[in-house]
């Protein structure tokens, strides 16, 4: 069983910064995209980062100078580092990563989601 779980979410100020970590587990051959996404109450969900086995990334406009994708494919984890943040950026935010298992084709996998909360 392959499983995605999210860590660093929390509270913050506007202005404040946040650490996410996504890291995985399993059964793991190997990993190609990582990235994350985010959904708002009301609004749909939205790719926020994406980063490619070899650290190719890109970003909605949105967060473009304040939010760094990250990866340790040592760990299999991937990171997203989120500076100046807004009380727009409020959000649970999700990771997602395609693997390819021992045993199993490659699938798109996603984690549970953590919360993101910013105060102005």
């Known amino acids: 069983q392959v499983q995605l779980v999210e860590s660093g979410g929390g509270l913050v100020q506007a202005g404040g910064s946040l650490r996410l970590s996504c890291a995985a587990s399993?059964?793991?051959?190997?990993?190609?995209?990582m990235g994350w996404y985010r959904q708002a109450p009301g609004k749909q969900r939205e790719l926020v980062a994406r980063?490619?086995?070899?650290?190719?990334?890109n970003y909605v406009d949105s967060v473009k100078g304040r939010f760094t994708i990250s990866r340790d494919n040592a760990k299999n984890t991937v990171y997203l580092q989120m500076n100046s943040l807004k009380p727009e950026d409020t959000a649970v935010y999700y990771c997602n990563a395609d693997i390819l298992s021992s045993w199993l084709p490659e699938y798109s996998y996603w984690g549970r989601g953590t919360q993101v909360t910013v105060s102005s």
């Open positions: 399993g059964s793991i051959f190997s990993i190609n995209a």
């Open positions: 980063i490619t086995s070899d650290g190719s990334t």
